[in-house]
T-cell receptor
Framework: EPEVTQTPSHQVTQMGQEVILRCVPI?????FYWYRQILGQKVEFLVS????????KSEIFDDQFSVERPDGSNFTLKIRSTKLEDSAMYFC?????????????FGPGTRLTVT | GNSVTQMEGPVTLSEEAFLTINCTYT??????LFWYVQYPGEGLQLLLK?????DKGSNKGFEATYRKETTSFHLEKGSVQVSDSAVYFC??????????FGGGTRLMVKP
């Protein structure tokens, strides 16, 4: 069964460093998403991406964040200058269609630890 | 704005017990409602969904009914198994592509 994969599973970085989290969505999917979950808190939407551009973003997704689909398979989340409060589990998801009734397929997550 | 509230865990049950995990939501309009499940070391997987009032979503013995009058989408299972031990997330999508999640409820089923 096709699945969303994410690398690395765990990333440790120092405050102020740039990190890139990588995702390979399901191959025929057209919509891509990033969510995060700070330890002990809710899963929060960051951004959705379709047709090579951002379609929605939350207030969390400020200028420190960017997303890219550099080739036909990868979808990346970049944090330019990490802060301690960026420590969280980051989930990538994809779907074949957009809209409120669609199932989003999630990857296993990347745990980001900022020290 | 949109929000989802679900009962805090952990919920600990014996095998074959009846399960209810409460979920209520706040949203304008007509959101779609979802239950996702996360097994240890894995991503969130869709368990079931309902897209309009009075719809019942069901899968693997789990059920939830979209109740607009009480803004609820409670998850139920008649007889839980040890393999059901996981974290369960209630979520809604009111428009566009953004899922709004509840806080998650950890279920532990003991043999």
């Amino acid at each position: 069964e096709p699945e969303v994969t994410q690398t690395p599973s765990h990333q440790v970085t120092q405050m102020g460093q740039e990190v890139i989290l990588r995702c390979v969505p399901i191959s025929n999917h057209l919509y891509f998403y990033w969510y995060r979950q700070i330890l002990g808190q809710k899963v929060e939407f960051l951004v959705s991406f379709y047709n090579n551009e951002i379609s929605e973003k939350s207030e969390i997704f400020d200028d420190q964040f960017s997303v890219e689909r550099p080739d036909g398979s990868n979808f990346t989340l970049k944090i330019r200058s990490t802060k301690l409060e960026d420590s969280a589990m980051y989930f990538c998801a994809s779907s074949d269609f957009g809209g409120r009734a669609v199932e989003q397929y999630f990857g296993p997550g990347t745990r980001l630890t900022v020290t | 704005g949109n929000s989802v509230t679900q009962m805090e865990g952990p919920v600990t049950l014996s095998e074959e017990a009846f399960l209810t995990i409460n979920c209520t939501y706040t949203a304008t309009g007509y959101p779609s409602l979802f239950w996702y499940v996360q097994y240890p070391g894995e991503g969130l997987q869709l368990l079931l969904k309902a897209t309009k009032a009075d719809d019942k979503g069901s899968n693997k013995g789990f059920e939830a009914t979209y109740r607009k009058e009480t803004t609820s989408f409670h998850l139920e299972k008649g007889s839980v198994q040890v393999s059901d031990s996981a974290v369960y997330f209630c979520a809604l999508n009111n428009a566009g592509n953004m899922l709004t999640f509840g806080g998650g409820t950890r279920l532990m089923v003991k043999p």
